[in-house]
């Protein structure tokens, strides 16, 4: 139950547009180690995962990034 929350949080962080289903799995899946990393002891809820992840947009893993730089040009 608890890694369904982090699904949630990421899909949060990433829910900017009605983008591709596919792409917004793969920033699940590049962006969830730094989210557990950077962001494990914040609660999900009200945008705290994603104010979190922007703190910390500079220290993102390379794979992060790229998947959130396209998920927000809706690209695959």
């Not at 002891?41 to 500079?58: D, F, L, S, T, Y």
Request: hydrophobic share 45%; aromatic share 6%; glycine share 10%.
């Amino acid at each position: 139950m608890r890694n369904v929350g982090w699904v949630v949080a990421i899909l949060l962080l990433v829910s900017s547009g009605a983008f591709a289903q596919e792409t917004k799995k793969q920033v699940v899946i590049a962006c969830e180690g730094d989210i557990k990393h950077f962001c494990g002891n914040v609660q999900p809820g009200e945008g705290r995962i994603k104010a979190c992840m922007e703190a910390h947009m500079h220290e993102l893993s390379a794979r992060c990034k790229q998947a959130i730089l396209f998920e927000a040009m809706g690209e695959r």
